[in-house]
């Protein structure tokens, strides 16, 4: 659910764009990092200078109310892209990004 604003890649899944041998390509030139499940990948006031794409497992992105209670924006899967923040200008982040997969969750930074 989308709070305010317009929100460009909802549905986007990279990897109708890459091709296999292309991705594996991609990994060797950008930081690829697994995450446990509970394990953030960023907090809110973290610095928005990244993108990220879910290789594998689930991304939970969520923000805190001012009274400490949790509200879940959205949970993304394999091929997805989020902390898109950093393309438009944006200093800080807004949300969190936690892994939530049973396995292993692999993310690419950008």
Not at 72 to 78: A, F, N, P, R
Request: net charge negative; hydrophobic share 40%.
């Amino acid at each position: 659910m989308q709070q305010s604003g317009i929100w460009f890649f909802d549905d986007v899944n990279l990897f109708d764009f890459f091709c296999p041998h292309r991705l594996k390509e991609y990994q060797g030139k950008h930081a690829f990092k697994e995450y446990q499940k509970g394990e953030y990948i960023y907090f809110s006031q973290d610095p928005a200078n990244k993108i990220f794409l879910v290789i594998e497992g689930k991304v939970k992105i969520s923000f805190c109310t001012p009274d400490g209670r949790e509200i879940s924006k959205m949970v993304l899967e394999t091929g997805e892209m989020f902390g898109e923040q950093a393309l438009f200008g944006v200093e800080q982040r807004n949300d969190t990004a936690q892994a939530i997969s049973e396995k292993p969750c692999f993310v690419l930074w950008m």
